[in-house]
Each structure stands twice: as C-alpha cells, then as structure tokens.
C-alpha cells in the first residue's frame, strides 16, 4: 500500500543514502500506485526521480523509463515518449543481461507501447526478442510469468494473432488463480482481459461470463465500493446493449 511504501522509502533513504539503487524499487510502487490513483503528475515526479537518482543506463532505470514514456503518451506528448522509447530500444538491443525475466518484462512493455502508436511493424520486431527471453527465464526457473503472460496476450490481440493472445491470457488466468487465489486484484485483471480481448473479436456473447465472473468476485472479496466495481457494471450495460 501507499503508507509502506513511503515508510520503506524513509527507511532505506535514512540507511543507505538518497542515491542508492535500492531505492528504486520502491519509488517504481509509488508511481504505480500513483497512476492507479489517476495522479499521472505524481507518477511522472516519481519516474523522474528514479531517473536522476540511478547512474545513467543503469538496467533498473529501463522500466521506469518505459513507464515515463508510457506516461507521456498518455499526455499527448509524443515527441518526447518517442525519444525515450528509442533510446530504451537500442540500450535493450545492446544488453546481454543475466536477469532475462527483466529483459522479457521490458520488451514486452516497448512492443505495448508501439501498439499504442499504431506501429504495427515496429512491435512485431520485438517479438523474437519476447520469445528469446521468454524461453531463457522459463529454464530458470522464473515464477513470475503469471505477469508476463497478460500483456503478453494483449500485446498478441493488438497485433491481430488472436489465437496466441487468448491462449497467453489464458494461461495468465491460470497462473494468477493458481497463485494469488480467484478474488485477488491481478486475477480479476486477467478476467477483464480477456473480457476485452473476445469484445475486440466482436464475441460478445463470450465476452459477457468473463465480466461478470469478475464482478461477482470483487463482490465477494468485499470491495463492492471499490472504482473497479462501477467500471466493471458498466462495462457490463455497455455488453448487454450492444447484444440487445
């Protein structure tokens, strides 16, 4: 949450120092959480921040920097997001990194970001690169691929490979009720996922179980005054008008 991530922030700055890369993993959750909270201003000071408090290239600094691009975009600042973008892309292409599971997260952000600009060309190239990691952090033994395999599948979706995206956002689905348990957060994330990707099919018969079994288990989590819960019903009306 945002109060201990602040207190863990405080501890670490007051131990080793403001400069310190262990201060980037918590500074990464704040701009998360700030974006979650529609605090974009907040997010982008905080991206910064990690920008000008790790040592140029650092490889902890090339997701941030995507998110900052990601962040700009949203902004209508596109000059700016495409510079940052590229400038990840070729250090990305340099990069022989020992962390293939931070190598997957950020080639599969970049082709995310790409598909946000229409560059269809463009995100298909990164795709080898996806798979290359990919394979490398699942013989490591990586556990976190419940998180690869979401924007995964949307990244597939955006490209037009249906197939391959309902069967990566299947698996993300899998993994996050395996794992975090049926009502969790991330699970119901997956959920409307691939509420999304049928619509974009225009299956909206098929899209329909997967909001409300999303709905019906943020209900039963007992967030039912959680934002989530009014977007999700009206995601709902907006399904049952268009099948109507």
Known sequence: SWDFHLRALAIKRARLGERHPALIVNLEEL??????????????????????????????????????????????????????????????????????????????????LHLKQGRLRAARECLPEVGKYLAAAQQQGYRQAMYVFLPLGESCTGLGDFAEGERYLRLALRYREKRLGRGHPDTLR???????????????????????????????????????????????????????
């Open 31 to 112: 701009a998360d959480l700030a974006r979650n909270r529609n605090e974009p201003d907040l997010a982008r000071r905080l991206l910064v921040q990690i920008l000008r408090s790790a040592p140029r290239g650092h490889p902890h600094t090339t997701q941030p920097c995507l998110q900052l691009a990601d962040l700009y975009l949203e902004q209508g600042r596109t000059r700016i997001a495409d510079r940052l973008i590229h400038q990840v892309q070729h250090r990305l292409l340099q990069q022989a990194s020992p962390h293939p599971s931070k190598m997957v997260s950020c080639w599969i952000t970049l082709m995310l």
């Open 190 to 244: 997956a959920l409307q996922a691939l509420q999304r990707h049928f619509q974009a099919r225009g299956l909206l018969r098929k899209s329909v179980p997967f909001a409300l079994a999303a709905l019906r288990r943020l209900e039963g989590s007992g967030n039912r005054r959680e934002p989530g819960t009014l977007y999700l019903m009206q995601d709902l009306a907006s399904l049952y008008a268009l099948l109507l």
